[in-house]
């Protein structure tokens, strides 16, 4: 698996009709810049909203995953979904002029075999993963469903699906990153139960629903009128019905159900919006167990983003003490507000600041209820990045970090005499030409007191 992002070499279109909807659709997928995403665009309203991709927005899962952003919707994503994020694509917008994407024939093939054309390039950033490192499990017992995620190196996935059907019986499919999704899951196309027919169309859905882009089960004899009916419903006048199906189809594998089933929860899953390191195993998932569960996954990292993800032990010695820091910025005390580094690497430091009421600024703010500025904890946190970004020049003490840009900034915790601030910078991007991007955070403890982005430039002193 690719540790750079990546995205399609050009643009792809197809053309069909939505599976609810039945309008006709026209999507086109574009390449897109490192850190996009995968984003829906659509162009047939006025200013072009765009709809990322994300569980965040996730608003209906009734017959498919529908997001929604600004009011304006994109449907039945998870096909689109599934094969991009499997093939390999980080980024990409995708322009469409409904509110539906294609359903064409009820599987991710043409997409898969369009995409495989063009090929995928690679691009600088990193990639994110997310690494599982304890058992998750997310259940609906009244209904059987059960996904259970565990700590793994890879990302693969097991499932089953038992729906009490004398047509389908167990059925079992399984991905690893070893697999050909192409010719393995993307050709295994979407599947309803007879029963379930009548009442889809009177809640107006499967407008664009026909027995080309759909496996239509059939558990029970059917009468000569309801297939009589039928006949009418899909302007077909030789159906019929044989071992099971309607139409007398033929399966593409006889797991491809359950098949599809993964084909769905591989889409699902994408909206998390990074990739998983860890084994899947899923008993009768649906879009809404799939995207319940990535809320609370994306939930559960950022919550775990606002720890420390790095211990510090006093009892160890210090990677860089005082004198060595000294050594390395140009600020002096009252300013300098870093006591210890203790973690560093090439795309991460951590360091301490013990403060105390002898600290200059604790006289004016405030005389009664000591609180340390802000301001302050942002240029620690930012000395505690220059120090990481000053380890990659052989004299770092002729160098000077200068801001450029601080974004994001959220204060969160107070920081007052007695507590011990914890920084924790993490680059988001190479460094070029002596320019850092960084996330930086600030903990008291296990509480996060600080966060920021920021952007920062070392530049060589002029006396030097």
Same mark, same amino acid.
């Given at each position: 698996?690719?540790?750079?992002?990546?995205?399609?070499?050009?643009?792809?279109?197809?053309?069909?009709?939505?599976?609810?909807?039945?309008?006709? +659709?026209?999507?086109?997928?574009?390449?897109?810049?490192?850190?996009?995403?995968?984003?829906?665009?659509?162009?047939?309203?006025?200013?072009?909203?765009?709809?990322?991709?994300?569980?965040?927005?996730?608003?209906? #899962?009734?017959?498919?995953?529908?997001?929604?952003?600004?009011?304006?919707?994109?449907?039945?994503?998870?096909?689109?979904?599934? +094969?991009?994020?499997?093939?390999?694509?980080?980024?990409?917008?995708?322009?469409?002029?409904? %509110?539906?994407?294609?359903?064409?024939?009820?599987?991710?093939?043409?997409?898969?075999?369009?995409?495989?054309?063009?090929?995928?390039?690679?691009?600088?950033?990193?990639?994110?993963?997310?690494?599982?490192?304890?058992?998750?499990?997310?259940?609906?017992?009244?209904?059987?469903?059960?996904?259970?995620?565990?700590?793994?190196?890879?990302?693969?996935?097991?499932?089953?699906?038992?729906?009490?059907?004398?047509?389908?019986?167990?059925?079992?499919? #399984?991905?690893?990153?070893?697999?050909?999704?192409?010719?393995?899951?993307?050709?295994?196309?979407?599947? +309803?139960?007879?029963?379930?027919?009548?009442?889809?169309?009177?809640?107006?859905?499967?407008?664009?629903?026909?027995?080309?882009?759909?496996?239509?089960?059939?558990?029970? %004899?059917?009468?000569?009128?309801?297939?009589?009916?039928?006949?009418?419903?899909?302007?077909?006048?030789?159906?019929?019905?044989?071992?099971?199906?309607?139409?007398?189809?033929?399966?593409?594998?006889?797991?491809?159900?359950?098949?599809?089933?993964?084909?769905?929860?591989?889409?699902?899953?994408?909206?998390?919006?990074?990739?998983?390191?860890?084994?899947?195993?899923?008993?009768?998932?649906?879009?809404?167990?799939?995207?319940?569960?990535?809320?609370?996954?994306?939930?559960?990292?950022?919550?775990?983003?606002?720890?420390?993800?790095?211990?510090?032990?006093?009892?160890?010695?210090?990677?860089?003490?005082?004198?060595?820091?000294?050594?390395?910025?140009?600020?002096? %005390?009252?300013?300098?507000?870093?006591?210890?580094?203790?973690?560093?690497?090439?795309?991460?430091?951590?360091?301490?600041?013990?403060?105390?009421?002898?600290?200059?600024?604790?006289?004016?703010?405030?005389?009664?209820?000591?609180?340390?500025?802000?301001?302050?904890?942002?240029?620690?946190?930012?000395?505690?990045?220059?120090?990481?970004?000053?380890?990659?020049?052989?004299?770092?003490?002729?160098?000077?970090?200068?801001?450029?840009?601080?974004?994001?900034?959220?204060?969160?915790?107070?920081?007052? %005499?007695?507590?011990?601030?914890?920084?924790?910078?993490?680059?988001?991007?190479?460094?070029?030409?002596?320019?850092?991007?960084?996330?930086?955070?600030?903990?008291?403890?296990?509480?996060?007191?600080?966060?920021?982005?920021?952007?920062?430039?070392?530049?060589?002193?002029?006396?030097?």
């Amino acid at each position: 698996m690719s540790t750079k992002q990546q995205t399609l070499n050009s643009s792809i279109s197809f053309s069909g009709k939505g599976l609810h909807t039945g309008l006709r +659709v026209t999507m086109t997928v574009h390449p897109a810049d490192p850190d996009t995403g995968i984003v829906f665009r659509r162009t047939d309203i006025e200013g072009q909203p765009v709809i990322p991709a994300s569980c965040d927005n996730v608003v209906d #899962t009734s017959r498919g995953t529908t997001i929604e952003a600004g009011g304006h919707r994109v449907s039945t994503i998870e096909h689109i979904m599934s +094969v991009l994020w499997t093939l390999g694509v980080d980024n990409a917008i995708i322009d469409i002029d409904a %509110p539906e994407t294609p359903i064409m024939d009820g599987s991710s093939r043409e997409y898969a075999q369009a995409i495989t054309e063009v090929g995928v390039v690679e691009q600088p950033a990193e990639r994110k993963y997310y690494q599982v490192t304890e058992k998750m499990v997310y259940t609906i017992p009244e209904k059987g469903v059960a996904i259970i995620l565990y700590p793994d190196d890879e990302f693969s996935v097991s499932l089953h699906v038992d729906y009490n059907s004398k047509v389908i019986g167990n059925q079992y499919a #399984t991905f690893d990153p070893r697999d050909d999704y192409s010719s393995k899951i993307a050709p295994c196309r979407t599947f +309803v139960f007879l029963h379930e027919l009548e009442p889809l169309m009177k809640m107006n859905l499967i407008k664009g629903g026909d027995l080309d882009n759909a496996i239509v089960v059939v558990e029970n %004899p059917v009468p000569d009128e309801q297939l009589d009916n039928l006949k009418k419903i899909f302007n077909k006048p030789d159906i019929e019905v044989k071992a099971g199906y309607l139409n007398n189809l033929q399966l593409r594998y006889n797991n491809e159900l359950a098949r599809h089933k993964l084909l769905d929860l591989l889409g699902d899953f994408a909206l998390l919006g990074m990739r998983i390191k860890g084994r899947v195993w899923a008993t009768r998932p649906g879009h809404f167990a799939n995207t319940e569960f990535m809320k609370q996954l994306k939930y559960s990292i950022r919550k775990a983003g606002e720890k420390p993800r790095y211990q510090y032990d006093c009892r160890k010695p210090a990677l860089y003490d005082i004198n060595a820091i000294r050594r390395m910025l140009p600020h002096r %005390p009252p300013f300098l507000l870093v006591d210890r580094i203790f973690h560093c690497d090439a795309t991460s430091v951590a360091g301490i600041k013990n403060v105390t009421m002898n600290e200059p600024f604790f006289v004016g703010h405030f005389p009664e209820e000591p609180v340390m500025p802000g301001v302050l904890i942002i240029e620690a946190m930012a000395q505690c990045s220059g120090i990481m970004v000053l380890r990659s020049v052989p004299d770092p003490e002729n160098y000077s970090t200068y801001f450029m840009k601080i974004d994001g900034v959220k204060f969160k915790h107070k920081v007052v %005499p007695g507590d011990m601030l914890q920084f924790e910078i993490h680059l988001l991007e190479p460094i070029r030409r002596g320019v850092a991007l960084v996330e930086a955070k600030a903990f008291v403890g296990e509480t996060l007191a600080c966060e920021a982005v920021l952007m920062a430039q070392i530049v060589k002193n002029k006396n030097k």
